[in-house]
């Protein structure tokens, strides 16, 4: 069972943009914060970006932080995250995640239980 389906990675030159976004299945996440990790190679899963569950508040990596924005649509059921001003090291699969973090923990792969399976985004220089 796939609860998270992300969507919309690819290869993308340095400098070029891409949007993921990541759909429920079977269920409404409209209670639950949302958010966005990424994994390479090697490295340990790290946190991208967060949004609360009534869209209120967002959360950004310093690392991506004027770049990507995270949003989410209650009507259809869906998070998104465009990526702008790519980089070589953004170069990760990238996972969506739910859960019900209080704000102290919304950047921790902890404080989340729902996962979809990844998009990979390659970014060449």
């Known amino acids: 069972q796939e609860e998270l389906v992300e969507s919309g990675g690819g290869l993308v030159q340095a400098g070029g943009s891409l949007r993921l976004s990541c759909v429920a299945s079977g269920r409404t996440f409209s209670g639950y914060g949302l958010a966005w990790f990424r994994q390479a190679p090697g490295k340990e899963r790290e946190f991208v970006a967060a949004i609360r569950y009534n869209a209120g508040m967002t959360y950004y990596a310093d690392s991506v932080k004027g770049r990507f924005t995270i949003s989410r649509d209650s009507a259809k059921n869906t998070v998104n995250l465009q990526m702008n001003s790519l980089k070589p090291e953004d170069t990760a699969i990238y996972y969506c995640?739910?859960?019900?973090?209080?704000?102290?923990?919304?950047?921790?792969?902890?404080?989340?239980?729902?996962w979809g399976q990844g998009t990979q985004v390659t970014v060449s220089s």
């Open positions: 995640a739910a859960g019900r973090p209080i704000m102290s923990t919304v950047r921790r792969t902890e404080s989340y239980y729902y």
